[in-house]
């Protein structure tokens, strides 16, 4: 992953459960990431592209469904995820005033490659999700273009940047630079083993409330730093789940509220002001656009097995969060407004995580 510092460089290690290869979202087949990162000034944003499969999603759609924490978010496609189960487009993360960039481009490349939208065919339900970058990034000015948004769906890849890189790039977390960050897990279970990954957009948190594996950090680095600054969160976090688990809508619901269980282990209690949602899919079937004459064979676990994905859900999302904050560099942005990289304070104040 682009030979970052991560969280278990630092010799911590959320959880129980193995890693993927990359310990990212991409140890699911077929899943790729791709960053436009726009960092200039009073520029400091991006867009993120998460491809789930290769193929023409339009036309092979997968399960999905998506959960609400807390309502505090602009995100784009969720409705009719949770009424029809599927997803049938890439899924985009950008700031929230971009959302509608985001969505009229996105919607023009599903038109480019499905000529068949809008005339012999229904129309198209465009997923993306979205952080208010405004502290360090002047929102107003709306720097994400079509050819940005178009440059990260087209530039997709199994290795990726995190940190303050596309989406994430003017992000916060914890009062300190956020982003994006991602992390994966392996469930065995007696029909085979598969995969969980999750990528977050994290810009939510106060200081003195980061936990690193029960440890209070940062109020650690608060009480270092000597400074009175005033902490209010008015973020947010997206959280991206991908599985290879074959599971129904109801299923994969379930899977997801359990994402919380990772928030709260980093110290989030879910504030009023922070957005936080998840939007997930399944790429172990897919749903032909076009009736077939048969009944659609779509897979399922038994319910016993599902305390191996909320095991494994909790661990990848707790372990995100940290990779968005220890692989996250200082950027001074919008005004001259800055936030220190959680990684130099660990350093510069003698900080152990374990």
């Given amino acids: 992953m682009f030979n970052q510092k991560r969280i278990r460089d630092y010799g911590v290690v959320p959880g129980r459960l193995q890693t993927g290869p990359r310990n990212a979202i991409t140890d699911v087949e077929g899943v790729t990431v791709g960053h436009v990162t726009l960092s200039d000034g009073n520029s400091q944003t991006g867009v993120t592209a998460i491809l789930p499969h290769q193929g023409n999603i339009f036309k092979e759609k997968l399960i999905a469904s998506s959960h609400v924490i807390n309502g505090f978010g602009k995100t784009m496609g969720t409705i009719q995820m949770q009424e029809l189960g599927t997803l049938e487009t890439p899924?985009?993360?950008t700031n929230t005033l971009s959302v509608g960039t985001a969505a009229d481009t996105l919607t023009d490349y599903m038109l480019e490659h499905n000529p068949e939208i809008g005339r012999t065919t229904g129309t198209v339900n465009a997923v993306i999700g979205e952080?208010?970058?405004m502290f360090l990034n002047d929102i107003r000015a709306k720097y994400v273009k079509r050819e940005h948004v178009l440059e990260a769906l087209q530039n997709t890849s199994s290795d990726f940047a995190e940190g303050a890189v596309g989406a994430g790039t003017g992000m916060l977390c914890y009062s300190l630079k956020g982003g994006i960050g991602s992390a994966s897990r392996i469930m065995e279970m007696s029909h085979g083993n598969y995969t969980i990954g999750v990528l977050v957009l994290s810009n939510f948190g106060i200081l003195s409330d980061l936990l690193v594996q029960g440890k209070a950090v940062g109020q650690e680095l608060k009480e270092a730093l000597l400074e009175s600054c005033k902490e209010e969160d008015k973020g947010s976090v997206m959280i991206i789940v991908a599985t290879d688990l074959p599971v129904s809508e109801r299923q994969l619901n379930r899977v997801l509220k359990r994402a919380v269980t990772g928030l709260s282990r980093t110290g989030s209690i879910i504030t009023n002001g922070s957005g936080e949602i998840v939007i997930g899919f399944s790429t172990a079937a897919r749903i032909p656009h076009e009736k077939p004459e048969q009944l659609l064979p779509i897979p399922q676990i038994h319910e016993e097995d599902m305390d191996t994905a909320f095991r494994a859900i909790g661990e990848a999302t707790e372990e995100a969060v940290l990779n968005s904050l220890v692989t996250a560099?200082?950027?001074?942005?919008?005004?001259?407004n800055k936030r220190p990289a959680f990684k130099d304070l660990i350093e510069?104040?003698?900080?152990?995580?374990?």
């Avoid at 560099?329 to 001259?336: A, F």
């Avoid at 510069?348 to 374990?354: A, G, H, Q, R, W």
């Fill in 91 to 93: 899924i985009l993360l």
């Fill in 131 to 133: 952080c208010n970058d």
């Fill in 329 to 336: 560099e200082e950027i001074i942005g919008r005004d001259g």
């Fill in 348 to 354: 510069k104040f003698d900080v152990s995580l374990v």
